[in-house]
């Protein structure tokens, strides 16, 4: 499975800002996808994050700013942020667990990073 995310990028405090990703591959079931978000020298945290049965689930620091959502396909997955504070400045990261022909179970999937900058 390979996970596609984009919509990074600058914004001034109070802005916006839709991130993306994208899952493909061959036959794939991904239970629960989201977004993580890790500060240098910091431990990878959970932002938000969807299952499958559309429950959702958020870090107490975006709870109220950030929206999570998942297409009816479930191979994309959308955070929508909003009122965004200089602390939301770390590189977020598209999540997914899941199965996947050739794989030997269930497993975490990773796309590639994309910087978020919340500056003035």
């Known amino acids: 499975v390979q996970l596609q995310a984009s919509g990074g990028g600058l914004v001034q405090p109070g802005g916006s800002l839709r991130l993306s990703c994208a899952a493909s591959?061959?036959?794939?079931?991904?239970?629960?996808m989201g977004w993580y978000r890790q500060a240098p020298g910091k431990q990878r945290e959970l932002v938000a994050r969807v299952t499958s049965g559309g429950t959702t689930d958020y870090a107490d620091s975006v709870k109220g700013r950030f929206t999570i959502s998942r297409d009816v396909a479930k191979t994309t997955v959308w955070l929508q942020m909003n009122s965004l504070k200089p602390e939301d400045t770390v590189v977020y990261y598209c999540h997914g667990f899941g199965i996947a022909d050739g794989s030997t179970g269930y497993g975490n999937y990773w796309g590639q990073g994309t910087q978020v900058t919340v500056s003035s």
């Open positions: 591959g061959s036959r794939f079931r991904l239970n629960e």
